[in-house]
């Protein structure tokens, strides 16, 4: 009996749906019972991205109408390259960080109940396959506040605190309002664009009215006639929609909020994964149910995923809590996905499928790459975390010594996610770099001057989450523990770090074979844009990568991987062979001698300079106290700094519409004064109205 | 239920809830009579599915001498009706015993609660199940006043003044019902001819292209006011967070999630006649306007609610809201999506007031910020509380999302420019619930906090039932919605 | 793949290797003519070198792997740089495995683990150095590309190879576009090479340094690696800028022989880059930190005009 | 008695019935609007008996003694009982505005007027002129109830309500059946049973039947 690639997706979210109740019940307090229930997650989730694999593989496409749902518009599932990728790229993580969470969560049982934990993991990732999975609106809309929902309750894990409560409520109240968003996009696509609207009241003698429904799954929107107007109202709205849950600036408020809050795993697979259906989101409503556009929707995605890109790094740059520094790095590497699919769909609209596979191939490649090395940051993150209570790196320090395993591979993942090659980061901002630089192919004048500018804003980008990360990993890692406390700290469980091993081998993996990653992956622009770029990305076989040709540009990152190690070996070896003699002794520091681990570069100190320089992005408020010294008032006894950088976004966007919904609920209050003839009054001139009104 | 027949079957229906009312009017406050009441609505409950199984085989049908009318639009409501009062009442067994424990209720309370609780129930399905336009005016007043004194039940003064106003204000807006209903008959009669069948809806209706269009139309004013006024619709609806907040929970319970179905159902029911008549959309414009009014007012008044049962008592409102205007904008889609919502709504409302009953009865107060760490308090009261609230906010996979849905996609095809104001509602909404709801449920154990035996069963034959509708739809339920989308057409 | 290439790439990793102290000192030897010291001879840097080397190696006690292990992959990253840029030839086999991307990608894992060096001991001059190590990058790796960017547009490639050949083709004629680059380019070297206005190489002043505040821990070979690795970064720029604007003499006939000549051709450019170098260096005073946003600033805007230029002036 | 005899009878007791009504909405004793009820009942139930002669319906003789008996008798008599036991009787509320609530009340008058006319055309039976007396009754019980802030006067404002209803039902199609009709008049009494509760427990929890005091539930501060 043999499975179609469908069928597999099928039983792994089916499996992902039974392990949710089946934790709830069982309890799953027992060290075992969590083992089982993350092995099946991660079975689950490792078959579900071999059923992905497969559908990209063969470019197939396989789908399926479930017997659940409504009467008129049961569930239809459909399994094609595009939705294959993300299956991948959703159950390879989900893989890597069940594993991780096998020794994460059963630290965190000893402590407090985690059946929670377990039943909503499970049914986030059947969500996010589900999301991925689903061909209708309705079922994607339904999988779509699942997932929402799933993760709400995984932000909500640790409720007894106050910031994740505020911050789950806040995710879900974007969350939501981006699924309405969602909603009335397909609602557009389904109902206003194909059938013509019927007048008011008319509509009741239409007999066959629920045969509109039809109109809502996605096969019915792809043959979809669409006017041009409501076609850019429908792809407004999704981009909102899907914004909102991607963390695009300005909708990315409850990004850097909630992703740090909940549980490490969680946060890995909420920055690493969950943004991606977003992605996932975008592009099946405008490659694949809008399928033309005008280029301004491409310039549009394009510069929201710049400005996304540079704020989320300049943000990345500031944070003190190492999570929040991810979380908001999350938002920068979302921009940059955009930037990719902007530039592919600006292609596309422009008639240069090749061009447009280009851009979307670097787009979906960093999708892969960022679920990865964010994942095992995220992964890391939750080690360190898990091993010095701390998520403030000012607390931190000198972590390298305790945690053997977790400094090493979190470095891969820094190291990657700051785009240096040979990792895979590189790979993704490269392709994107030579999306950017085949503007001239454009006939609009214009864009193609204004294109490559964003090139500069990428660039800009990348350095500045060098400079993140350097603070990320010096500050947690390197140095004197600035804390006491951090010196009890120890390495994560075995299963812990095979999972972060495993993520960190994967980011070298793709990096160092892209030609073969974007060979497997090219049927997916073949679905989108109609071309492919394998042809010519891996026409010099599996070690170079020349994505249009290759005197266009070319890169091995085998080969810098392979000589950048075999200079450092032979010159190490060389020089080991003379004397080598090493001595171990006092820091020197320029002589000085009354050295504390105080005085270290702090986050917020090596943020410095960055923050001067890009003061006009932030809020920043600093206040320095001087205690003085009742001898000499000169001479300060002690100072004390305190910073807030604060987002102006929520200033200017979000305070006012809070205000705004408050006074109108004073409003509406008004009509409620206790008095009970002003009632007999409201239902007296409301008669009285309506008698008017009828004449 | 083989071989009894259909006035039978009615008479089993209307009568174990009269019969049980008075029964437990002379039991009163003994130990048993929380379970008498049970096995009474059981009863009901039982007999209320034969009478769906009848009709499921035979289709609508007259029964009692044209007295009775029975088709798949009042026989769902009929089931719905029966079950909820079964499930209040199990839950009503825990509850009222712990509050005769608290004092809060005397002996003479505890006759009147049970007494009072039937009787309700009979009204109500005396209301659905009358093809009399005129006894469904009688029987929705006597719905009122079985249950205004249950309001009242505790005797403080706030619950004296929510009762009073619940009084008044739904007598003075049932008035108006009554005028709108002599005026329907003044019409009829120049049609059918004098005497008492020109007060019978399957007559109207089979007459209703014939009606005179002026007068039907003066009627459905008093009739959108009167019925409008016991639906919660604003901006007549100033009575009901008062009544629902301040009586016994369980009738909390049936007051949001049955007789506001019920006083729909009326306008519903008026509305076809209506629309027969003038042979245009003023009926159901003018219900649209009521829906979104109350949709966006109810919801704003959500966020700044502080008494927990007050606050579902407005998104009672806003609930009612949307599903006058789905009926009133009509077309199959949005009926169907109405017919649901009202289903799903009254399942879900319920379950979340039995949550909160206990709830408060925990914390002895209704205040929500005094309600914390429901979560580890009580697991089942703070997930049940928190699920029910993911549905009543819409949320899939529990049916009010599907029904939404519906009601939504019919909007956008049909009136788009209103879907602004229904989404502005509904997200609203959501938030406010959320942002009260999130901190009962999450948090430490707050000291003052008592442990408590619940009745689970209420709260989860509910909650799965809408997670049920959600994501699958017996094909019976399908059929009867169908059946009734035909009928309202 | 020819064998003569092959002897070509590793000749001239070795004429990287070998040629940059020399350029170093050179530099210096000028510096101190321009000051009216007397020098200490182009080699000198050789000697330094050479002594470090022997000196044994002083670790502090809390230094861990990074630490150690940041000299050699300095090292070993900026050979391969120096294996990828045309140099001597246009025709290098390394030059497919990296493009000018690439290259800018490898200076920056450098500057990655030189920071990170920097931050092991937990000194507060080791924070600072990093801190402001990364923050001159952060503005003048856009800057860089940018000005790249330009040349690469004009070239229809971001192979080095390829640019210099359609450089070298082209001829010498003037553009404005790569004109305006040139400025940018030679802005972003000084900052990127540590010289002056930017940072100064010679100063241990503890509140001026950057580039040296991160090494100062280093010693013995460690120390050397590094060095010798900043130098080698030097010259790379110089010659980068070199090839990429003044391609000619670079062997575009793919021989020996060729080579061998634009080996020569490279000598006079070096020398000619020096004084420009040393010009630049005496003219200018060192910037404070927070100047340094005008600087890079100012690159970038040159950079950008010359991307405008290209697509309105060409 | 011929047709038009009974149609000036009828004009003369809706004229009667609307004056009654006037009188309740400027009385401020609540004896005197006790016993202006029970007037007001009395001229209904005349009213219902003719019509029920004219037209020949033996049931709006069963309605007209039911009135009379609930609305003269029955519903006075539990009035001057509570009023009796709640000692009340001297209560004296201040109107507020007499004339302009007078002015109120003609311009609902008229307004119902303008609304029942094209019903009006449509009728043939005698009675049909009446429904905008009936109407304009419903109407101005409705301003009594949002005048008056006495609990009982409030009460007393709904029945006037009620009567105006009656009077409607009559008047425009001879009456309700007779179900119907027996349904109300058992509704009106249960209503009775209820506002005497609320009466004690109004009195009890608040110490006066001032309407105005009940206004704690509400949004807000």
């Known amino acids: 009996m043999s499975f179609s ?69 049961p569930f239809h599932m459909r399994l094609d390259p595009l939705s294959g990728f993300f299956m991948t790229v959703v159950g390879l993580l989900s893989f890597i960080v069940s594993i991780y969470s096998i020794g994460y969560v059963k630290a965190i049982a000893k402590h407090r109940p985690v059946t929670r934990l377990i039943a909503f993991y499970a049914l986030f990732i059947a969500g996010m396959f589900m999301v991925i999975l689903a061909d209708d609106a309705l079922f994607f809309l339904v999988s779509w506040e699942i997932m929402a929902a799933a993760s709400y309750f995984l932000v909500l894990f640790e409720d007894e605190r106050i910031e994740n409560r505020r911050a789950a409520f806040l995710y879900m109240v974007v969350a939501h309002v981006g699924a309405i968003a969602i909603l009335l996009s397909f609602g557009v696509l389904a109902g206003i664009a194909t059938v013509p609207a019927a007048g008011l009241g008319l509509a009741g003698a239409d007999p066959a009215g629920f045969t509109a429904f039809r109109g809502y799954t996605f096969d019915a929107m792809r043959h979809a006639n669409v006017t041009p107007g409501w076609a850019t109202a429908a792809f407004l709205l999704a981009f909102f929609g899907f914004g909102a849950k991607a963390g695009i600036i300005p909708l990315h408020v409850w990004l850097p909020e909630a992703h740090p809050v909940a549980p490490s795993n969680v946060s890995a697979l909420m920055s690493g994964v969950m943004l991606k259906t977003a992605i996932y989101g975008i592009l099946r409503v405008t490659f694949d149910l809008v399928r033309v556009f005008p280029w301004w929707w491409g310039a549009l995605v394009l510069v929201m995923g710049l400005v996304s890109a540079v704020i989320g790094a300049l943000f990345a740059m500031m944070q003190g809590d190492l999570k929040r520094l991810l979380a908001w790095s999350s938002v920068e590497n979302v921009g940059i996905i955009l930037i990719g699919t902007g530039l592919a769909m600006i292609y596309a609209s422009f008639n240069s499928p090749v061009l447009a596979s280009l851009a979307l191939i670097a787009a979906l490649y960093h999708c892969l790459n960022h679920a990865m090395f964010k ?94 990360f350097v603070k990320a990993f010096g500050v947690t890692f390197l140095g004197h523990a600035r804390t006491p406390g951090i010196g009890a700290a120890h390495d994560s469980s075995r299963t812990m770090k095979l999972a972060m091993a495993l993520a960190a081998a994967l980011c070298l993996a793709l990096g160092v074979l892209p030609s073969v990653v974007i060979d497997w992956m090219d049927s997916v622009p073949q679905q989108l844009t109609g071309s492919s770029i394998s042809g010519s990305a891996g026409a010099f076989g599996w070690m170079w990568l020349t994505p249009v040709a290759s005197e266009r540009a070319s890169y091995s990152g085998a080969a810098t991987f392979l000589v950048i190690l075999l200079v450092t070996a032979v010159v190490w070896l060389l020089l080991r062979v003379r004397a080598g003699s090493i001595r171990r002794a006092a820091i020197w520091d320029c002589g000085f001698e009354k050295l504390t681990p105080r005085m270290q570069y702090t986050s917020a100190s090596f943020a410095m300079p960055i923050r001067r320089i890009f003061s006009f992005a932030f809020g920043v408020r600093e206040r320095v106290k001087l205690v003085p010294q009742a001898a000499h008032r000169a001479f300060p006894s002690r100072i004390q700094y305190a910073i807030r950088i604060s987002d102006r976004f929520w200033m200017w966007l979000y305070r006012p519409i809070v205000d705004a919904s408050f006074w109108a609920a004073r409003l509406a209050g008004m009509l409620q004064q206790g008095r009970i003839r002003s009632y007999l009054i409201y239902s007296f001139v409301t008669i009285i109205v309506l008698l008017l009104f009828l004449k | 239920m083989i071989g009894m027949n259909t006035s039978m079957m009615l008479l089993i229906l209307l009568g174990v809830p009269a019969f049980a009312a008075v029964v437990l009017g002379f039991v009163g406050d003994r130990k048993f009579a929380p379970e008498i009441n049970i096995a009474g609505s059981a009863a009901t409950f039982v007999a209320g599915i034969g009478l769906a199984l009848e009709v499921l085989e035979r289709g609508s049908m007259l029964a009692g001498g044209k007295f009775f009318f029975v088709d798949a639009f009042n026989v769902y409501l009929s089931v719905l009706t029966a079950f909820v009062s079964m499930t209040t009442a199990i839950f009503s067994r825990r509850y009222m015993r712990r509050e005769r424990e608290h004092g809060r209720v005397g002996h003479v309370g505890m006759r009147f609660y049970h007494a009072m609780f039937q009787l309700f129930i009979f009204a109500m399905l005396l209301c659905l199940l009358t093809n009399n336009v005129g006894v469904l005016w009688i029987a929705m007043e006597l719905a009122t006043l079985s249950t205004v004194l249950l309001v009242s039940l505790y005797r403080t003064p706030t ?37 008492g069948e020109a007060l019978l809806w399957t007559n109207l209706s089979a007459v209703s292209g014939s009606l005179e269009p002026t007068v039907l139309s003066l009627a459905f004013v008093f009739l959108m006011v009167g019925y409008g006024t016991k639906v919660g619709l604003v901006p007549l609806h100033n009575w009901l967070p008062d009544a629902h907040s301040e009586g016994p929970t369980p009738i909390s319970a049936v007051l949001s999630g049955l007789l506001l179905n019920i006083a729909l159902y009326a306008l519903v029911r008026c509305k076809v006649l209506v629309d027969g008549s003038t042979q245009s959309h003023h009926a159901g414009n003018i219900m649209m306007g009521f829906g979104i009014l109350s949709i966006v007012v109810a919801a704003f008044s959500l966020l700044r609610q502080k008494d927990i049962k007050r606050m579902f008592s407005y998104s009672s409102i806003e609930h009612m809201g949307i599903a006058t205007f789905a009926f009133g904008l009509g077309g199959p889609v949005a009926t169907f999506g109405g017919l649901l919502h009202m289903l799903v709504h009254s399942l879900a409302k319920s379950a979340i007031f039995f949550t909160v009953g206990h709830a408060s009865q925990m914390h002895k107060t209704q205040e929500m910020s005094r309600i914390r760490g429901l979560f580890k308090g009580n697991p089942l009261v703070g997930w049940g509380l928190m699920f029910g609230v993911m549905a009543i906010v819409g949320m899939p996979p529990f049916g009010i999302f599907t029904s939404e849905f519906l009601i939504l996609t019919a909007t956008m095809k049909d009136a788009p420019y209103l879907t602004p104001f229904l989404l502005l509602g509904l997200g609203v909404a959501f938030a406010a619930l959320l942002r009260r709801v999130q901190p009962m449920v999450s948090g430490e154990i707050p000291p003052y906090q008592k442990p408590l035996k619940v009745a689970n069963v209420p709260v989860l034959l509910h909650l799965a039932l809408v997670l049920m509708l959600g994501v699958y739809m017996p094909d019976f339920l399908n059929n009867w919605f169908h059946a009734a989308v035909e009928l309202l057409k | 793949m020819n064998a003569h290439r092959i002897i070509i790439e590793f000749a001239q990793i070795a004429v990287v290797l070998a040629l940059s102290p020399v350029f170093i000192g050179w530099v210096r030897m000028l510096k101190c003519w321009t000051q009216g010291r007397t020098t200490a001879g182009l080699f000198q840097p050789y000697r330094d070198i050479s002594k470090l080397f022997a000196k044994e190696v002083v670790l502090a006690e809390n230094a861990s792997w990074i630490f150690r292990f940041t000299p050699y992959l300095v090292f070993a990253v900026t050979v391969l ?49 990093s801190s402001r190590e990364m923050t001159i990058a952060s503005l003048a790796e856009p800057a860089m590309l940018m000005a790249i960017f330009t040349i690469s547009l004009a070239a229809q490639s971001t192979s080095l190879s390829r640019i210099v050949q359609v450089i070298y083709t082209a001829g010498p004629v003037l553009k404005p576009s790569i004109a305006f680059a040139f400025i940018a380019f030679i802005l972003i070297s000084l900052a990127e090479t540590g010289r002056i206005p930017v940072d100064n190489p010679a100063t241990h002043l503890e509140l001026t340094m950057i580039h040296e505040a991160m090494i100062l821990e280093y010693s013995g070979r460690h120390l050397a690696l590094i060095e010798w690795a900043g130098m080698m970064k030097t010259l790379l720029f110089m010659a980068l800028g070199a090839t990429l604007f003044f391609p000619w003499g670079i062997d575009a006939t793919d021989t020996v022989s060729g080579a061998s000549l634009a080996f020569v051709f490279l000598i006079i450019k070096l020398a000619g880059a020096g004084v420009v170098l040393v010009l630049i260096e005496t003219g200018l005073a060192k910037m404070r930190l927070f100047r340094l946003t005008e600087f890079l600033g100012s690159a970038f805007l040159m950079a950008t005009l010359g991307m405008l230029s290209f697509f309105i002036l060409e | 008695m011929n047709l038009a005899l009974a149609a000036q009878i009828n004009s003369f007791l809706a004229a009667l019935v609307l004056v009654t009504a006037f009188g309740m909405l400027v009385q401020k004793r609540v004896y005197g609007l006790i016993h202006l009820f029970a007037w007001q009942g009395f001229f209904l139930s005349l009213n219902t008996a003719i019509v029920g002669y004219v037209a020949g319906k033996h049931h709006l003789y069963i309605s007209s003694v039911l009135t009379l008996s609930i609305k003269v008798f029955v519903l006075p008599y539990i009035l001057h009982v509570l009023v009796n036991r709640l000692k009340i009787r001297r209560d004296v509320e201040t109107v507020v505005n007499i004339p302009r609530t007078m002015l109120i009340g003609i311009a609902l008058v008229i307004f119902s007027y303008h609304l029942t006319s094209p019903v009006r055309e449509l009728s043939t039976l005698v009675t049909r002129s009446t429904l905008a007396v009936a109407l304009a009754t419903v109407m101005i019980g409705l301003l009594m109830m949002i005048t008056r802030t006495h609990a009982v006067t409030q009460i007393i404002g709904f029945l006037a309500l009620e009567n105006g209803l009656f009077f409607a039902a009559t008047s425009a199609t001879y009456g309700m059946p007779l179900v119907v009709e027996l349904g109300v008049a058992l509704d009106v009494l249960i209503a009775a049973f209820i506002f005497g509760i609320f009466f004690f427990q109004i009195h009890a929890a608040f110490d006066s039947l001032n309407v105005d005091q009940m206004a704690r539930l509400k949004e807000g501060e």
Not at chain 2, 174 to 184: M, S
């Open chain 3, 81 to 129: 740089a120096g294996g990828i840029i045309p140099i001597l030839s246009a025709h290098l086999p390394l030059s497919a495995t990296a493009d000018v991307i690439v290259l800018v990608a490898l200076f920056a894992i450098a500057r990655f683990f030189t920071a990170l060096a920097g931050m092991d001991i937990g000194t507060a001059f080791g924070g600072m150095g």
């Open chain 2, 159 to 195: 619950a004296i003044e929510a009762a009073w106003k619940y009084f008044i204000l739904c007598g003075v807006g049932i008035a108006q019902a009554l005028f709108g209903t002599v005026l329907l008959s003044f019409a009829a009669e120049k049609v059918i001819g004098e005497g």
């Open chain 1, 5 to 73: 690639p469908l069928d597999l997706a099928a039983i792994s979210v089916a499996v992902m749906l039974l392990l949710a109740p089946a934790a709830a019940v069982s309890g799953s307090r027992t060290p075992l019972m969590v083992t089982i229930c993350f092995m099946l997650a991660a079975i689950g989730s490792l078959l579900g991205a071999y059923a992905g694999a497969m559908a990209v593989a063969s470019g197939s496409v396989g789908s399926a109408v479930l017997a659940v749902g409504l009467p008129d518009l």
């Open chain 1, 375 to 468: 994942g095992l940051l995220f992964m890391g993150a939750g080690s360190v975390l898990h091993a010095t209570g701390e998520r403030d790196m000012d607390r931190m320090g000198g972590l390298i010594h305790k945690m053997r395993w977790t400094a090493p591979l979190f470095l891969v993942g820094c190291v990657s996610i700051s785009g240096l090659p040979p990792f895979n980061g590189f790979v993704s901002e490269w392709l994107t770099f030579q999306a950017f630089l085949l503007s001239p192919a454009i006939p609009n004048q214009i864009i193609r001057l204004l294109i490559p500018m964003g090139a500069a804003l990428l660039a800009l980008t990348a350095a500045l989450a060098g400079a993140a």
